[in-house]
């Protein structure tokens, strides 16, 4: 169902937009084509599909819900995270892409939740000895879910490290021998 709320002159029209969370919404300006789209459409993707890490389906929402921002007319999106953008068409297909990625290696989505999980600790704390990151993600839910489903093989610390390892190789994180940072 979609709903109208005025912000400004303006009327908006508040969509559904499952997706990365189950009762996520979008904001939508039809005059000025403009989508504020929150966790469900970036430049570059799309935010993690949480139900999807605990078992439930999600992926098939994020396809609806870059569907029906398709049908609009938008000409701007103001996502969740990063810049304003106007490569919409761009935008969607490399979603659509991602999602498709993610259907076929479920794996794959498991390990960037966790590496997005493992950067936004960081940008919280900066930095982190590897001691004390390996006793948060013990602690942190998400985590134990994901490795025990995923990645049953390895154990908390070795998975840590090549989470790290792989961040700090894609410049988003610096590793050292007793510290991770944020960068």
Not at 161 to 171: E, F, M
Request: some cysteine.
């Amino acid at each position: 169902m979609q709903r109208d709320v005025a912000a400004g002159r303006w009327d908006w029209q508040v969509l559904a937009a499952p997706g990365h969370d189950p009762l996520s919404v979008a904001l939508y300006q039809p005059e000025l084509g403009v989508l504020i789209s929150a966790d469900a459409l970036w430049e570059n993707g799309f935010g993690v599909v949480f139900p999807e890490l605990v078992g439930e389906p999600g992926f098939d929402d994020v396809r609806r819900t870059l569907e029906s921002f398709a049908a609009l007319d938008v000409r701007c999106v103001i996502p969740g995270h990063g810049r304003a953008f106007t490569d919409v068409r761009g935008a969607l297909e490399r979603a659509f892409r991602r999602v498709d990625a993610f259907v076929q290696d479920p794996h794959r989505h498991a390990e960037h939740a966790a590496k997005v999980l493992l950067k936004f600790r960081l940008l919280e704390t900066q930095a982190e000895t590897w001691d004390s990151l390996a006793r948060w993600m013990q602690s942190a839910t998400y985590f134990e879910l994901l490795r025990s489903r995923y990645f049953p093989a390895l154990g908390l610390t070795e998975w840590l490290r090549l989470l790290a390892d792989d961040l700090a190789a894609r410049g988003a994180l610096s590793v050292s021998t007793d510290r991770v940072a944020n960068i």
